[in-house]
């Protein structure tokens, strides 16, 4: 077994602090002087220490600001491999079959678990997506958003961390959509909020089923009459 560096070491334990003392998406770590304090090691030390947390996007460094820790929650970029697969259209397709698996259920989740603030977060969500459609703008990141915190919503820990990663995946490899779709995508997401909001596990269950499925065939007809560049509405 290879011998641990004093930094990796001590990256361990500031990881044990961060998780004992239960800090989220966006709080601030100590200054590193306090660090070497609390820790008792080096400066030096500290930042080899920082540094393999933040590779690791458990942590992000902003200059002249501080460390924070990272809203990846510890997810590398390209945790599956993506990239390595060269058939893109097979890996967007499959990606979506992914999806229709998980989310359904995922939302039916959401209705059963989700804590009063986190409703409103995933409206205030909802409220941006709204207003990028309406503007005819481009709404791919809300989009992934608004997944990501019904995975949030149903307080089911790899759920919250694989979603992403999944409707990332999808919009990134689908590239660009001929005609954007909105008319009928902002209506399958007011209808999966609404569900969710209300507490309605089997109603939030059948509107995500049917919002994935009507994107999957989207997806497939487009690329039967040779269109290329769609990009998924989420």
Known sequence: MEKQTLGEIVSQKLLEMIQKDGYTAGDKLPTEAELVELLGVGRNTVREALRILMSRNIV???Q???TFISDKNGVSDDPLGFAMIEDRRKLTEDL???RVMLEPPIAALAAQNAAEEDIRELENILLGLEEQMMRREDYSDKD???HAQIANCSHNLVMTNLVPVITDGVRVFA???QETEY???LKSHRRIFEAIRDRKPV???QAMYFHLMY???RYKGEMRDGKQGIRIEE
């Open 183 to 185: 008319e009928q995508t």
């Open 96 to 98: 979506i079959q992914v």
């Open 60 to 62: 992000t460094i902003r």
């Open 215 to 217: 994107n999957d065939n």
């Open 203 to 205: 109603e939030a269950q």
């Open 175 to 177: 590239g660009a959509v």
């Open 144 to 146: 992934s958003q608004f």
């Open 64 to 66: 002249g600001s501080g």
